[in-house]
């Protein structure tokens, strides 16, 4: 690691205020990784980033946290028989592959720019990645709610699907079968943006309905898999390098274990379109957060001059984005299971008066 690099790995002190503000981020991400099937990076890294986290340690941590996390979600689902095993380790084999590939990016920019670049760097990807997977996976769910068919397969799964390219794979869980060279473009793509923005659910998931073809239910409890095999080699490799701060991965981890488990069981009692609009709106929203993120970087870089209290508000309206984003999850999520869940009571109840008479 160059001298940049070195510096950039500073860990934070923990306050009381900032281990309750995390196990908050850790349960949350955990809720929308165990109902969407992402490792919840979206929400963790820019929260551990508001705590003044560099992106580089926020990324690392992150992806520590994820590989234990995730093999519990994927445990959970996979006994809901929601999993895709191979699937999953079809997808983490060129996954692993991005992940090396894309600490060797983070580390160039790390080397070459400090810790200002490398946190512009991870901001600008998440606004550019979250709007336009977020916007499209958004218009989706509001799209297939006027269709009366379960879940169709895409136009672009399907015209894929009929191309035969050997080797030809097929999915029985997912029930679907594909070409292996359509699933490794997908896979490289989730490992390397896992790796340098810790965003690889948000690729993952929406590559195995609309390019693949799995259902959003499947894509979402085998992403867990991938999550966990890539997660593991990363940890490994950013662990080498000195940026894992154990302190933050566990306090996001105590809080994401509980709320994985949560958010599997949420997925039993949801319709499938519920999981794209949990999806789409927390995506915009975060994005926005970071977006106001991004001036305070371009200016410690030199690249422009700005008032440092409209920086500072800025920063604060971004935080303010960021725990909105974490409280509409938990709502969607949390509301969905229960009103669900009471839906199912009274049905059961009134099945069983029928029996009665």
């Known amino acids: 690691m160059t001298e940049h690099a070195l510096e950039a790995a500073k860990f934070i002190d923990l306050t009381w205020m900032n281990v309750s503000f995390l196990f908050i981020v850790g349960f949350i991400g955990g809720l929308v990784s165990g109902f969407i099937g992402s490792g919840g990076a979206f929400v963790l890294t820019p929260g551990m980033m508001s705590l003044g986290v560099p992106a580089a340690v926020a990324v690392a941590s992150n992806m520590c946290h994820k590989f234990p996390k995730a093999m519990v979600g994927a445990y959970k689902r996979f006994r809901y028989g929601q999993v895709d095993l191979k699937l999953g380790i079809v997808m983490a084999a060129s996954a692993t592959v991005g992940v090396q590939i894309g600490i060797k990016i983070q580390e160039w920019i790390l080397g070459k720019w400090g810790e200002a670049g490398s946190n512009l760097y ?95 239910l499947i894509s979402s409890a085998s992403e867990l898999v991938i999550a966990f095999l890539m997660g593991l080699g990363g940890t490994v490799k950013w662990a ?118």
Not at 152 to 170: D, E, G, W, Y
Request: proline share 3%.
């Open 122 to 216: 991870v901001s600008l990807s998440f606004v550019f990645v979250l709007i336009t997977v977020g916007s499209y996976v958004f218009y989706d769910a509001w799209k297939s709610a006027k269709v009366t068919d379960a879940d169709p397969v895409p136009k672009l799964a399907r015209r894929l699907q009929s191309i035969n390219l050997p080797p030809m794979i097929h999915f029985k869980t997912a029930n679907l079968t594909i070409s292996l060279w359509f699933t490794i473009p997908v896979g490289l793509l989730t490992g390397l943006l896992a790796a340098t923005i810790a965003v690889g659910g948000f690729v993952g998931v929406p590559g195995m309905i609309y390019v693949i073809g799995a259902s959003g």
């Open 240 to 357: 080498m390098a000195g940026m894992v701060d154990i302190r933050l991965t566990l306090i996001i981890l105590a809080g994401s274990l509980l709320g994985v488990q949560l958010g599997a069981i949420g997925t039993t009692y949801v319709k499938e379109n519920m999981i794209k609009i949990v999806m789409g709106s927390i995506m915009i929203i975060v994005a926005f957060s970071r977006a106001l993120a991004v001036p305070q970087y371009l200016a410690q870089l030199d690249l422009i001059s700005a008032n440092q209290s409209a920086l500072s508000f800025m920063n604060m309206v971004s935080f303010a984005l960021m725990c909105l984003a974490l409280a509409i999850g938990a709502v969607i999520i949390l509301g969905s299971m229960i009103k669900a869940k009471r839906a199912e009571i009274v049905n059961r109840q009134v099945s069983e008066t029928c029996e009665n008479v």
